[in-house]
C-alpha cells in the first residue's frame, strides 16, 4: 500500500467530493404523509403568541445584557477593595461629635 | 421581479402566522419542504432524513417571530436554521455515541488504495461512483468531532465560500477557514493510519 503523499491526498478528496456529489444529485421527494405528520406537529405546538414572543424577546435581552453586567460587576468588586467605603473626614466627624456629647455629658453630671 | 414576489409572499404568510393563523404556516412547508429534505439529505444519514426535516421545520416554526425579513430573504433564514439542526444531529448522536463506527473490509482498503493510485480523471470519477466511496467517506467523517465534520463537508464537498459557511454554522469567517484546514487534516491523517494499518 502506498504512503498518503499531497498528491494521493488530492485524489482521494476528488473521490469524496464526487462521492458526496453522488449522494446529493439523489433528490428525495416528501410525501404527504410527512408533510401532514409535520404539520400535525405544528399544530400541537399551537399559536405562536404574544406572549411566547414577548418572553423571546426578554430572554434574547437578558443575554445581550450578561456581559455588561458581568463587566459592571467584577469594576465594582474592584472598586470596593481600592476605595475605602468611610471616608476619613465622616470617621473624623464621628470622632469629634463623640468628644463632644462626653464633653456635654461631664457639664450635666456635675 | 418574480423573485420579490415570491419573497412579499412569503413574508405575508408568516404575518398571517404570527397573527395566530397556524394553518397559514402550511403553505411554507409545501413550498420549502423540498429543499429542506434535500439539504438535509447531503448532511444527515438517509435513515434520519425525514426526521431531521422535520425537526428543522418545527424549529423554524417556533423561532419565527426572530426572523426579521431582512438580508437574503426566508429561504437563506430557513437554510441556516436547517444546516444547524444537522449540525445539533450530529453533536447529539456523538454525546450518546450513536454514530457507528463501522470497520472497513479489504474492499474499501482496496478501493482507497486504487484511487490514490488511479491516474485517468475518468477512472477516477467512476472509483467514486461506487459504493465503496461513500463507505470510506463515511467511516472518515464518523472519526471527526461534529462540528469538523459539518465544515468539511459545507467547505471542502459543498464547495461553499468561508463567508457562506460561516452564516450557515453561526461562526466567523476566520473560525471556519482555521477548522476547515484543520479538520482535512485530521481526515487525512485517520486515512493515513487506515493505510498505515493495512501494511
Known amino acids: 500500500m502506498r504512503q498518503l503523499d499531497r498528491k494521493s491526498a488530492h485524489r482521494l ?72 467605603p468611610v471616608p476619613d473626614n465622616i470617621v473624623a466627624d464621628i470622632y469629634s461629635e463623640a468628644q463632644l456629647d462626653s464633653a456635654l455629658y461631664a457639664f450635666y453630671d456635675r | 421581479m418574480n423573485n420579490s414576489n415570491h419573497r412579499s409572499s412569503d413574508d405575508e404568510i408568516i404575518q398571517n402566522v404570527l397573527k395566530g393563523n397556524v394553518d397559514a404556516f402550511e403553505g411554507l412547508v409545501r413550498r420549502y419542504q423540498s429543499h429542506v429534505l434535500n439539504m438535509v439529505k447531503r448532511h444527515v444519514p438517509k435513515c434520519d432524513v425525514e426526521e431531521t426535516a422535520q425537526v428543522a421545520i418545527v424549529r423554524v416554526y417556533r423561532s419565527l417571530s426572530s426572523y426579521r425579513g431582512k438580508g437574503s430573504g426566508f429561504k437563506a433564514w430557513l437554510s441556516t436554521v436547517t444546516i444547524r439542526t444537522c449540525y445539533d444531529y450530529w453533536r447529539k448522536s456523538y454525546r450518546s455515541k450513536e454514530v457507528p463506527l463501522s470497520t472497513l473490509t479489504d474492499d474499501h482498503k482496496r478501493w482507497v488504495e486504487q484511487v490514490t493510485a488511479e491516474e485517468s480523471a475518468q477512472g477516477l470519477r467512476e472509483k467514486a461512483a461506487s459504493n465503496e466511496a461513500r463507505k470510506v467517506l463515511d467511516w472518515g467523517l464518523s472519526h471527526l468531532s461534529a462540528g469538523d465534520r459539518m465544515v468539511l463537508e459545507l467547505v471542502y464537498f459543498e464547495e461553499l465560500s468561508g463567508r457562506e459557511a460561516a452564516e450557515l454554522l453561526g461562526w466567523t469567517t476566520a473560525n471556519v477557514k482555521v477548522r476547515a484546514f484543520r479538520a482535512r487534516r485530521k481526515l487525512e491523517k485517520i486515512l493515513q493510519e487506515m493505510i498505515e494499518e493495512q501494511i
Open chain 1, 13 to 84: 478528496g476528488q473521490a469524496f467530493r464526487h462521492a458526496f456529489y453522488e449522494r446529493g444529485r439523489i433528490e428525495i421527494k416528501p410525501t404527504e404523509f410527512w408533510t401532514v405528520e409535520v404539520m400535525s406537529e405544528i399544530r400541537r405546538i399551537g399559536r405562536l403568541t404574544a406572549e411566547s414572543d414577548f418572553w423571546s424577546v426578554f430572554e434574547r435581552m437578558i443575554w445581550r445584557f450578561i456581559p455588561a453586567a458581568v463587566a459592571l460587576v467584577v469594576l465594582l468588586g474592584v472598586a470596593f477593595t481600592q476605595i475605602d
